[in-house]
């Protein structure tokens, strides 16, 4: 439809021109309305994006040498799994321009470069398809990053950046080195060409692990997590709404796209420890979350449990799990965002992040808490909202697997309901300290945050048009998994003609199974 | 003796360059003033001809001179070099307006000393180019003797430099002695195991001595931080990158004996690793900042070996390019230390507080630097740390390589912190004054980071002119 257009390089690259324009300009007010309009076009420029055929693979497809001595190449491309996170990220960038708009006072350029840097660098890393070319993407991301919580975050900023920049840095250099191994093993960086070779076991269990290892403290994972809480509750909204809606996605797109397929042995052979990992997540993010008082720190420490659904799906191996997963990522990045923007906008109110600050707004507020409360039943999963979808496909594929595994993660989604309730309880209906004069949403406010919400309802209501999006490609990603590391395959598959098809329900031995691939 | 002057366009430049500073120098009155005004079109002329050069090849001098594809990529290395530092020291405040001829003269002798040593193929010959580099520097870096920090830097410049030169000399007769040839391309042929020689062995690793000094390789790194704080900061500037660019164009040649396995090239790629983390954890609790870049530039020392123990053209086009990248990430940084300390000072972590209020574009700058020497992409040292661990990876060496990456890590926290003083603390100093803002100042600070950003980018160009050096050293 759009055979001639590079139209990821455009998604890539319109953002750092747009921030090379606002450069010379003085003007604050021109510097928001040149971002605003710079991130329309950007989401108008993923309009040939439409054109995306789920069953035909990677598309969109731009290739050319870039380092011939060590064939790095500029190869982008999109499929499933990427598309949708390409689509989240220019999704996002309007909305974190509109919820920063009288949020940020200060050097309102350099922030607002900031975040266009960090959009190019986003969706650099979502459709990457050469190992250097992504982790140059992976990296880039760091530094806009770091500023905008560093320069415009809260007062422990300093404390913050540091923690979210060594930790990230400090994961990502073994990630250097797994790359480095591949090209080495492989012969090339690209990432399609090393996904049809087959690494022995013993590589593939040190490139997981290094791999792995970066991408979990991206997600984050239990123990890995620690910077996540102090990184979204310093950040600005907007930068809370990017790390959120984005960041933490590139650790789990990186476990789908690097791991699975280019590790798939030492992926099932590890898979125990991730499924404990993310169970252990699940429940102590819900856990966390539920003894704050500060909203922003409760809705981080949701993103550990969210997040642990996530990276839970993923290693299941089932179609159902991978789906869930791939649509909690989007539904985490929505929902999520949403709630950090509307506590942005509570903070320019009141001036503070604690439940017994806000108490009442249901009397004042009566728009925003019907935002808050439709966000907050999306993010614990409520029936008819994008996150109950998501979620049920990640317990089902549970269940498939292990009973104890379900039985395990039941509580965390019970956690989810009780700290969601609790809080949102308190803002609507607790008494105020003192007599509120708030203003309900104003037109920009209804404005960033009533796109989330249809996105909110349309996923839950209607999911099966991102389900056939993403389908083929976890299809094609379980068959190459099961055809080099024998799992059990998966019974069912929501959508899909191969739901009729029931086998008994596969239980990863993951340690007999790894036996099985060394021998 | 044949002598083809056309071999030699770099070098004739650069001498001529010297002789005509030389007659200012020696000229009293206004003349002798005007140094800083014609020199940095001089040093252009220079890298021009440098330029010129780079296909130039041949043997001169009993084939005890080599110009090949090694030699002309680090004589244009050395000229880009010595014009950003001469650009850089013209506005010099502690040096009186009558010594900038004397100044710029010595500065125009070491890097002469370094283009000969970029050609020399024979033990001797590099012996001697590696002095005349040395002895320059020997007068320059305690102009500041006035103050202690100065004399001691100056004092432990020359005794360690005495001293490695004399360890050196001893190894070179080691060599002779052992292999009866002091020619690189014979002593390649050598067997260098130590059952095969040990003389040899034994004189090659003192000959190294000297290389390492230069290099500020660990255990020879201790003059290192000391004489970065203190000379001058636009002396430190041109002694921090220039004479180890030096060193590295020798380990390279050197290089061609050092296979992978041997007993030197695994002491080599030990010495790499100490020097690695000695230097990134030492410059960890620094906060003056020409002395962190002292600690650091010895982990950078660490991270070249690691192309040059790979034992592949690829590994010694690794190691050159890594040289070569910290030359423009490194003279950034110093760029931006000059121009904020304007009256000459020694800059601590804290007086970059605000940095970016007082200047953006010195700030900017600063942090491409810092980010360039962390090694994150898209700038040059993330390209130069990429092709020496590719290089280096399954030769052996790999335990070095996650050696590299797991240094790296450690120093984020130090570079970083460059970065964050400069945008995140308040500027609460009034009594350092205003950064310079002038077109210069700031042209030079954006002309070198988009050098690092572009290098970083678009690599291949210059690492092609590497591996092009390497392969002729493989034959």
């Known amino acids: 439809m759009y055979p001639d257009i590079p139209v990821l390089s455009i998604l890539i690259f319109l953002p750092l021109v747009a921030a090379a324009l606002l450069l010379p300009l003085r003007d604050d007010e021109t510097v928001r309305r040149v971002s605003l309009a710079a991130s329309l076009v950007g989401l108008a420029a993923g309009w040939p994006l439409i054109a995306f055929n789920p069953d035909a693979g990677f598309q969109f497809v731009e290739r050319m040498t870039w380092v011939a001595r060590w064939g790095l190449e500029y190869h982008l491309a999109v499929d499933g799994i990427s598309i949708l996170m390409v689509w989240l990220t220019l999704f996002t960038l309007p909305l974190c321009v509109l919820c920063s708009w009288t949020y940020i006072g200060k050097r309102v350029k350099e922030f607002h470069v900031c975040l266009l840097l960090m959009t190019s660098a986003c969706i650099g890393v979502f459709t990457s398809m050469d190992l250097v070319l992504f982790y140059v993407f992976w990296e880039a991301m760091l530094i806009p990053m770091y500023l905008l919580i560093a320069v415009w975050g809260g007062a422990e900023r300093r404390y913050a950046s540091i923690k979210f920049f060594l930790y990230t840095l400090a994961g990502s250099t073994l990630l250097l080195v797994a790359i480095v191994a591949f090209r080495i093993a492989g012969g090339t960086f690209s990432i399609p060409d090393l996904m049809q070779q087959t690494f022995g076991f013993r590589f593939q269990y040190w490139a997981f692990l290094a791999m792995a290892l970066a991408f979990a403290i991206k997600v984050p994972m239990f123990p890995f997590h620690t910077w996540l809480p102090a990184a979204h509750v310093q950040a600005p909204s907007a930068g809370s709404v990017i790390l959120a809606a984005v960041l933490l996605k590139m650790g789990t797109y990186g476990f789908l796209r690097f791991c699975l397929p280019l590790t798939p042995e030492a992926s099932v052979h590890f898979a125990p420890l991730m499924i404990g990992v993310s169970v252990v997540s699940i429940l102590y993010g819900g856990a966390v979350a539920l003894g704050q008082t500060d909203i922003k720190k409760l809705v981080a420490y949701s993103s550990v449990a969210h997040m642990g659904f996530v990276t839970l799906g993923i290693f299941l191996f089932q179609k159902s799990g991978v789906q869930g997963a791939l649509l909690q990522m989007l539904n985490h990045g929505i929902v999520t965002g949403a709630l950090f923007m509307m506590i942005g906008a509570m903070y320019e109110r009141s001036h503070s992040r604690e439940v017994a600050d806000n108490m009442g707004m249901g009397k004042y507020l009566p728009a925003f808490m019907f935002f808050w409360g439709l966000y907050a039943l999306a993010s614990f999963g409520f029936p008819g909202t994008n996150g109950f979808v998501g979620e049920v496909l990640v317990f089902v594929a549970a269940f498939q697997q292990s009973l104890t595994v379900g039985a395990l993660i039941v509580p965390g989604a019970l956690l989810a309901a009780a700290y969601m309730f609790r809080v949102s309880l308190r803002m609507a209906w607790g008494s105020p300290s003192t007599a509120k004069t708030w203003n309900d949403l104003n037109r920009r406010e209804w404005a960033y945050l009533l796109l989330p919400a249809v996105l909110v309802l349309w996923i839950g209501l209607a999911p099966a048009p991102f389900l056939r999006l993403i389908d083929p490609s976890i299809d094609r990603l379980l068959a190459d998994l099961r055809g080099r590391a024998p799992v059990k395959e998966a019974p069912l598959a929501l959508n899909h003609a191969d739901a009729v098809r029931h086998e008994p329900p596969a239980i990863l031995a993951s340690a007999a199974i790894a036996k099985e691939v060394r021998q | ?475």
């Not at chain 2, 710029?104 to 001697?128: H, Q």
């Not at chain 2, 020359?158 to 002695?177: E, K, N, P, R, V």
């Not at chain 2, 080599?268 to 983390?277: D, E, F, Y």
Request: charged residues 10%; aromatic residues 12%.
């Open chain 2, 1 to 475: 003796m044949n002598l083809d002057l056309a071999l030699l366009v770099p070098e004739c430049a650069m001498l001529l360059l010297v002789a005509v500073l030389f007659v200012q120098a020696l000229s009293a009155g206004p003349a002798s003033v005007a140094a800083h005004r014609w020199l940095p079109l001089g040093a252009l002329a220079v890298l021009a001809a440098s330029v010129v050069a780079l296909p130039a090849e041949g043997m001169l001098l009993w084939d005890a001179y080599k110009v090949d594809g090694l030699s002309q990529f680090f004589k244009l290395c050395v000229a880009g070099g010595f014009c950003i530092a001469v650009l850089n020291a013209t506005r010099q405040p502690t040096l009186e307006e009558g010594k900038r001829a004397d100044y710029f003269l010595f500065l125009g002798v070491s890097a002469w000393g370094l283009m000969l040593l970029a050609s020399s193929a024979e033990l001797v010959t590099l012996y001697l180019a590696l002095e005349l580099s040395s002895y320059s520097l020997y007068v320059l870096i305690p102009l500041r003797g006035r103050t202690r920090e100065g004399a001691e830097a100056g004092v432990k410049y020359i005794l360690f430099g005495a001293a490695a030169t004399a360890i050196s000399l001893y190894g070179l007769s080691y060599i002779m002695a052992a292999h009866q040839t002091t020619y690189i391309a014979a002593l390649a042929a050598r067997d260098w195991s130590w059952a095969a020689s040990p003389t040899a062995v034994v004189g090659l690793s003192l000959f190294l001595c000297g290389m390492f000094y230069k290099l500020a390789l660990f255990p020879f790194h201790f003059w290192c931080p000391d004489v970065y704080q203190g000379s001058s900061n636009e002396t430190a500037a041109y002694v921090a990158t220039l004479p180890k660019l030096g060193a590295v164009v020798v380990l390279v040649r050197l290089a061609a004996v050092l296979h992978p396995g041997l007993e030197i090239t695994t002491a080599i790629a030990w010495l790499g690793v100490i020097s690695m983390t000695f230097g990134n954890l030492c410059a960890l609790v620094q906060k003056d900042v020409k002395r962190m870049l002292g600690f650091s530039s010895v982990a950078h020392a660490g991270y070249v070996t690691v192309g040059l123990v790979s034992g592949t053209a690829e590994g010694l086009a690794a190691a050159a390019f890594y040289a070569l990248v910290y030359v423009v990430m490194n003279l950034l940084c110093f760029w931006v230390v000059a121009r904020v300390a304007v009256d000459g000072r020694n800059l601590v972590l804290s007086d970059l507080n605000g940095l970016h209020r007082r200047s953006p574009v010195l700030a900017f700058a600063l942090g491409v630097g810092a980010f360039a020497l962390v090694g994150l992409p898209p700038t040059a040292g993330f390209m130069g740390k990429l092709f020496l661990i590719t290089a280096a990876w399954n030769h052996g060496y790999n335990w070095l390589v996650i050696a590299l990456a797991l240094n790296s890590a450690i120093a984020i926290y130090y570079y970083l912190s460059l970065v964050r003083h400069a945008y995140t603390e308040p500027d609460e100093n009034t009594s350092l004054p205003a950064p310079d803002q002038s077109a210069f100042s700031l042209g030079g600070a954006v002309a070198l980071a988009a050098a690092t950003l572009v290098l970083g980018i678009v690599p291949s160009p210059l690492f092609e002119k590497a591996v092009q050096a390497g392969m002729a050293l493989f034959g």
